[in-house]
């Protein structure tokens, strides 16, 4: 009886609302993870980027549909309510999830109320050279024309992927035997700058890759992952660190500004990013997010 309260309450949520669907997605403020249970009764976060993120792409993409998107903390519950979702015991509930390695491990769920980022998470959006530029330039108005920041910038992108490049893999193969090379509480970890430009510790990643290798020992290893892409498939959290790294030292090198706090930082890059969706100026992830977003059932 529980469980039918709850799938009950997950179907009614979206008429007290008063919106067409609820959209539950991952993160939120103060890291707080909220139950299945819990956000069947209304428990939530609406604050944190997630909740910025597929906000901003249901405004632009379906503008017709009404939607309050809400965060529940982890990966888990959302999860649980995608298999809910899936199987039809709930309505009015739309799950939108980061990709991760779900495709790579086959653990893609097709349904039309299930959402999945392009790349591994929506931080990867932001890994993005041409929109890093642009960003630059919105914060600082200097003129394109006469500046070199496309070709530094461009420079620092193709070091940093072909460090990363095998990084990939590796993280993605520990995470089936249980661990993962990326540290996930500390994406910054593998990032360095020295007051320059931002680069890869590929020695400290090296070092870290033979403590875990040894730390895991053997594990049945999933055939068939195919070829990894650093932009789609790295973990999003320390490609949008990188980001942020890149444009904090743009804003050091060529102007007068103050330094830019992270948060903020990641809000202008997401808005955008927007923005180029908008403009059609990024014509691949546009059009996966409108075929995404136009499948979506109330």
Known sequence: MTFRRTEAGLSNLHIFAGVDVIVFTEGGGGGVTYSVAAAARGGHSATGHDVMFWSALFALLRSDLRVHVRALGSRKPLDEIAQLVKSDAVSGVVVAKDRDYDRKFGRFLRHPNVLYTYGYSWENDLYDARLVVRTFFFLSYLDPRRSKVKG???????????????????????????????????????????????YIRIDQMRRQCRLKRSEIGKFHCISGLGKFNVQRDCFGKLLSELSYRILFYLIKKHTHLPSLAKSYAITILMNQFFEM??????????????????????
């Open 152 to 198: 530094d910038v461009r420079s620092i992108f193709d070091d940093c992927d072909r460090h990363l490049r095998w990084a990939v893999r590796a993280d993605a193969l520990m995470c089936v035997g249980g661990s993962s090379l990326f540290d996930r509480d500390n994406p910054r970890r593998f990032i360095g700058t020295n007051g320059h430009r931002p």
């Open 277 to 298: 969706i908008r403009d059609n100026e990024n014509k691949i992830k546009r059009k996966y997010y409108l075929t995404e977003l136009k499948k979506v059932v109330s």
